[in-house]
C-alpha cells in the first residue's frame, strides 16, 4: 500500500496535524506552549513515579504511552513493525540522559521549541539556534565515519515489552492507584504538572501524534541534519508546517504573546538556551533521532530507541534531583528574576557535550583505503 504521508504534499499534511492537535490540546487543558513536549511530558512521568519530587512536575502523561502505542498499531498494521536491538545500547542510555539534560536546561524538546515560538516566545529561537549547531557538530562527526554499529533482528516478542511497559503507564494513571500512604503515584496539585487534558483527549492525541508520524517519518533532528547532509529539504516541510498551523492557531484562540519575557515555562538567559539545545541536538544527532522519533521507533520494534527513552526519563530524575534543570523567569511585584540553570545544570550541559565530543571521536568505523 502506497505511504501517502512519505510524499512531500503528505509531509506538509503530517506537520500540519501535529501543530493542530499540539495547539488544541492547549486549549483543551495542557499548559502553555506546552500541547506536546516529549521532554516534560517524560520528566512529569518521572515524578509520578517517584523517580523525583520536585511536586509541581508530576503526572502520569498519556500522550507519551500513547505516541508509542500509536506506533505500534499502525506499523504492525502496515506489516513494519521490527524487532531489533543490540546498536552500543548503554552509550544510547547516557545519550538520553545527557539529550534530557539539555532540554531541561533549555525547558523544551525540539517540537515544544517550535511550539513556544509558534505561541511569541522569542527565547525559543536561541534553543533552536543551539540545535542547529549540536545537529551541525553530530553531521561532521556523520561525515567522518561515526557509527553506534548495527542493530540485530530480534524475536517479535522481544519488540513488545516496551509497548506493554507504556501500556502499564496508562493503566497506572487511569486507576489513579497509590502504593502507600504519601508515596506515589503522585499527581501534581500545582504548577506544569497540574495541568492536562482530559485523558481520553491526551490518549486520543497520542495516538494520532504516533501514527502520522511513524508513516510520514517526522523528525526535527533528521530535518536539520537532511538539510546540511544533502540539501534535502523533505522533512523540513513538515516542520515548517507544523510551526506555521500551531502560529495560526495561536492567533485564532488568542494565545499569540511575542516577547522574550513573561514566557509560560520559560528563562531568557539566553547563553543557557542556547547551549543546553546545543548539548541536546548533539545527543539526538549521535543517537540517530529527536525524543518524538525514538518514540515511534521504539513503538516499530526498535529496543536500542526504547534504552534511549529510558535513558531520557532517567536524565530526568537526575535532573530534578541533583538541581541541574532550569529555572523559569519570575516576576514578584515589580522585582524580574532572571531565570536558567544553576552551577550544578550549567557544569552538567559541559560534562555532556564532553562526553557527547568523546563518543563522536571514539566511535568512528575505520575508512579503509583501497
Known sequence: MKNILSSRIGMIVAGSAIGIIAVLLQAAGNPPNM?????CFERD?????????????????????????????????MKEYKPRAGSSTLIRFFLGMFAMVGALVFLGCPWRALLRLAGGDLNSLLG?????????IGVVFLNRGYSLGRSHDNRKASGWLFPAFMLGLVLLNVSGVSFSEGGPIFFSAKGPGSMHANVIISLAAGLAFGAIAQRSRFCTMGSIRDIILARDFHLMT????????????NLILGTFN??????????SNH??????????????????GCPGRQLILSGEGDADAGVFVMGMITGAAFAH????????????????TLGGPGIY???AVITGIIFCLIIGFTMREKLTVK
Open 45 to 77: 512521568i518521572a515524578g509520578a513515579l517517584g523517580l523525583h519530587r520536585a511536586d509541581v512536575v508530576q503526572y502520569l502523561r498519556p500522550e507519551i504511552p500513547a505516541i508509542v502505542l500509536g506506533s505500534f498499531i499502525i506499523s504492525t498494521v
Open 35 to 39: 500541547g506536546i513536549c516529549v521532554a
Open 128 to 136: 533552536l539556534l543551539g540545535l542547529v549547531c549540536g545537529i551541525g
Open 271 to 288: 547563553l543557557w538556551n542556547f547551549l543546553g539545545m546545543t548539548l541536546a541536538g548533539l545527543a539526538f544527532a549521535l543517537a540517530g
Open 321 to 336: 534531583n541533583l538541581s541541574l534543570a532550569g529555572k523559569p523567569d519570575t516576576m514578584a511585584g515589580d522585582v524580574f
Open 238 to 249: 513538515g516542520v515548517a508546517s507544523l510551526l506555521t498551523t500551531a502560529f495560526i492557531g
Open 345 to 347: 545544570g550549567q557544569a
Open 258 to 267: 511575542p516577547g522574550f519575557t513573561g514566557q509560560p515555562v520559560a528563562h
